[in-house]
Structures are given as structure tokens and as C-alpha cells.
């Protein structure tokens, strides 16, 4: 799951996806484009709004994305249209560009709707973007299940 600063969006899908999937199988992981934030927990206002959704991503700490995450995961989900020209700017090969799905083109096929940015953005902006990523890893996670169980 990737975004821009990886404290709010990008921690949300991440914490959201991995309470959907058994953790014996399936690794998931965050990063953020930008460097500003490696090494800090999430936003205080995506921990508050995952925790009242009994998901807990406190102890999460920011890192950037790296190349060399094309070969770590299989799946690489970004939040916008920006995160998408950032990560694939990394790739290098076709392979690596095809891993990058915008993450609400798994509910609205060929849209590159954005997951906007809720930072700077109106105090419910994180319950719109907490409800967005809810039901995109609800579609995400019985994929991943009907292809990997
Ligand atoms: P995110 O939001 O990409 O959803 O984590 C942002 C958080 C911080 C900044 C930008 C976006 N920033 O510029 O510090």
C-alpha cells in the first residue's frame, strides 16, 4: 500500500487489508513516496478513526518506497494518480509497472479514481477515506483469497 507521506492513507489500507487476511499467508506492508515521515507512527487522526474501527495501527512506522520493494511484493497498491507516476517512475521492466494498481480501480475498473488526501483536508476527511479503503479490501482480500488459498 503506498501513498505519498505513508501517515495517512497508506497505513489505513495496510492495517484495513491485513485484519482481512490470515497472517500465517499473506504479508502486507505500507510505504510513502516522500522520505519526510520514515521512521514516524501514523497521523494521530488514522489511528484514532482505525481504532474505532477495532483495527490497530499505532505501532506502524513510516518508511519509502524502494525499488526494491517491485521484488518483495507481488501486489503493489497506490492511493492516487501521483503515487502511480512516483512508483512506477521506479520500475524497470513491464512486470514491475503491471505489479502498480491504482487501489480504487479494484471497485471502479479503469476509473484512476484517487483516494484523496486527507492531511490538510476537513476533520471527516478520515472516515470518508477509512470507508473508501474498507470496501476496496473487501474486493481485494476475497481476490487475493480465491487466487492464493
Ligand atoms: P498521506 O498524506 O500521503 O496519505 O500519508 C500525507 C501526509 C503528509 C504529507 C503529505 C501527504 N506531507 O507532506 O507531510
Avoid at 483495527?55 to 526494491?68: C, D, E, L, P, W
Wanted: aromatic share 8%; charged share 25%.
Amino acid at each position: 500500500m503506498v501513498c505519498l507521506g505513508n501517515i495517512c492513507r497508506s497505513p489505513l489500507a495496510e492495517g484495513i487489508l491485513a485484519a482481512k487476511l490470515p497472517k500465517d499467508k499473506f504479508t502486507v506492508d505500507s510505504a510513502g513516496t516522500g522520505s519526510w515521515h520514515i521512521g514516524h507512527t501514523p497521523d494521530d487522526r488514522s489511528i484514532a478513526v482505525a481504532k474505532k474501527n477495532k483495527v490497530n495501527i499505532s505501532h506502524q512506522k513510516g518508511r519509502q518506497f524502494s525499488a526494491t520493494d517491485f521484488d518483495a511484493f507481488d501486489y503493489i497498491y497506490v492511493m492516487d494518480n501521483s503515487n502511480y507516476k512516483n512508483v512506477t517512475a521506479l520500475a524497470q521492466n513491464q512486470n514491475q509497472v503491471e505489479k502498480v494498481q491504482l487501489i480504487l480501480n479494484e471497485l471502479f475498473p479503469n476509473e484512476n479514481v484517487d483516494v484523496p488526501d486527507p492531511y490538510f483536508g476537513l476533520p471527516n476527511g478520515f472516515e470518508i477515506v477509512y470507508k473508501m479503503l474498507d470496501e476496496v479490501c473487501d474486493e481485494i482480500a476475497k481476490k487475493l483469497l480465491e487466487k492464493h488459498q
